[in-house]
């Protein structure tokens, strides 16, 4: 039995799953299969007689091109990995094992579709990238760069916005980076569940069961956009980034917790003494003054036995935020416990400065305080101690303090004793 192997080889050929190129020396198309119609949607007919570089992404052009002359030159490659465009116009991504026929003056390849197989191993590794970021990076601006870069691994970000439901009505656009077009804002399109836009980025809403509210947008080439599973692709990493940022959230949470009072949002008692004692440091190495006033409120249990707690806490609140109101940005003003605060002022020029500083303290209470049904008034028992004058311990500058509290207490209470209105 005989057969003629020029009339059977194009037919064993268009068998193959993978792509068969016969290229000429020229560059120009000479034989390809029938997989070319399945993995790039152009018949043979098509390609036949069309420089192969017609099909390649632009930007692999170049090294295509180097790797061709190589395989020219008696090379043989295999593993070689570019981009071909496909007739819809989606990126197809290609490995391919080639030589040269010299005696024919062609060259040969075979190339495999690994657009999947390269979508799987990038989305592990951009998966991988966010969940080390979580627990890495140092701060919530952080996490949303390493997010971003961990995308544009996938495909090549022109916008990426992460946008938050802040729980309480609010929204907040926690990270953009790329160009937004006039008008365009990523908490609208987030609001209104549209973007309003010539080239509108895609929404990622995230999964409810992450407990996060929010969603990632993006903005890429068009031509990626075809890519098939891209969509899904993107859609597991953005719930992703939101367990990454939802636990950055919590992490976030968890540490306010341990160092700011939560009725005031001031410093608590652990994060003061602990700008107390770098505080003090500092002025020993500069050889300069501070001061720590000790703020009592007065008759404060009559107001919660009265008016209940929750005027009380009303109360602590507009006091909190009276007395930040008369710091500067570099003072300290925490509440250590019940109606107690303190404030922490660095560069004294002179201990007297100390009793303007309270003086002003004093003015901004006279005020009365508005509470449902009813108008308190408000006043405080100060304590002031200078460091180094007084003490130069941070200890017993906090200790020196709430004792001139307390003698300014009682003396109030004796002059009130002694001329009753």
């Known amino acids: 039995m005989t057969f003629d192997i020029d009339t059977l080889l194009p037919t064993v050929l268009d068998f193959m799953l993978d792509m068969v190129f016969v290229v000429d020396r020229e560059g120009i198309i000479v034989h390809v299969n029938d997989a070319c119609n399945g993995v790039l949607g152009y018949r043979p007919d098509d390609m036949i007689g069309r420089p192969l570089a017609d099909f390649q992404a632009p930007q692999d052009r170049e090294r295509t091109a180097r790797e061709a002359a190589d395989i020219l030159a008696g090379a043989r490659h295999v593993g070689f990995e570019n981009c071909?465009?496909?007739?819809?116009?989606?990126?197809?991504?290609?490995?391919?094992?080639?030589?040269?026929?010299?005696?024919?003056?062609?060259?040969?390849?075979?190339?495999?579709?690994?657009?999947?197989?390269?979508?799987?191993?990038?989305?592990?590794?951009?998966?991988?990238?966010?969940?080390?970021?979580?627990?890495?990076?140092?701060?919530?601006?952080?996490?949303?760069?390493?997010?971003?870069?961990?995308?544009?691994?996938?495909?090549?970000?022109?916008?990426?916005?992460?946008?938050l439901d802040t729980g309480d009505g609010g929204i907040d656009a926690i990270h953009v980076d790329g160009r937004l077009a006039p008008g365009e804002s990523p908490c609208d399109w987030y609001r209104d569940g549209t973007a309003a836009a010539a080239a509108p980025p895609v929404c990622l809403r995230f999964p409810h069961e992450h407990g996060l509210a929010g969603a990632l947008y993006l903005r890429y080439p068009e031509e990626h956009g075809r890519m098939p599973a891209l969509h899904d692709t993107l859609r597991f990493l953005a719930g992703c980034a939101a367990l990454a940022l939802e636990r950055r959230r919590l992490l976030a949470g968890l540490a306010r917790a341990a160092q700011y009072d939560e009725l005031t949002g001031l410093p608590n008692r652990r994060l003061f003494h602990d700008r107390l004692a770098t505080a003090v440091a500092r002025a020993t190495r500069?050889?300069?003054?501070?001061?720590?006033?000790?703020?009592?409120?007065?008759?404060?249990?009559?107001?919660n036995d009265r008016y209940g707690h929750a005027t009380g806490d009303l109360l602590l609140r507009e006091i909190a935020a009276r007395l930040q109101r008369c710091a500067r940005e570099s003072d300290t003003v925490a509440r250590l416990s019940g109606d107690e605060f303190v404030i922490l002022v660095e560069e004294l020029a002179t201990p007297g400065?100390?009793?303007?500083?309270?003086?002003?303290?004093?003015?901004?209470?006279?005020?009365?305080?508005?509470?449902?049904?009813?108008?308190?008034?408000?006043?405080?028992?100060?304590?002031?101690?200078?460091y180094p004058d007084d003490t130069s311990h941070p200890a017993a500058l906090l200790a020196a303090a709430d004792g001139a509290m307390y003698a300014s207490k009682r003396a109030a209470a004796r002059t009130a004793l002694a001329h009753p209105s």
Do not use: N
């Open 84 to 163: 071909y465009r496909h007739r819809d116009g989606h990126l197809v991504h290609l490995m391919w094992s080639a030589r040269c026929l010299p005696a024919q003056r062609l060259r040969i390849g075979v190339a495999r579709d690994i657009g999947r197989r390269r979508l799987v191993e990038l989305r592990e590794a951009a998966a991988h990238a966010i969940l080390e970021a979580s627990h890495t990076a140092p701060d919530m601006a952080t996490l949303c760069r390493q997010i971003q870069r961990a995308f544009e691994g996938i495909v090549p970000v022109t916008l990426l916005a992460i946008v």
């Open 353 to 386: 400065d100390a009793r303007t500083i309270a003086d002003h303290i004093a003015a901004a209470m006279a005020a009365p305080v508005a509470v449902p049904g009813a108008s308190l008034d408000v006043s405080l028992s100060l304590g002031i101690a200078v």
């Open 286 to 303: 500069k050889g300069s003054r501070l001061a720590l006033l000790f703020a009592d409120v007065d008759r404060f249990k009559q107001v």
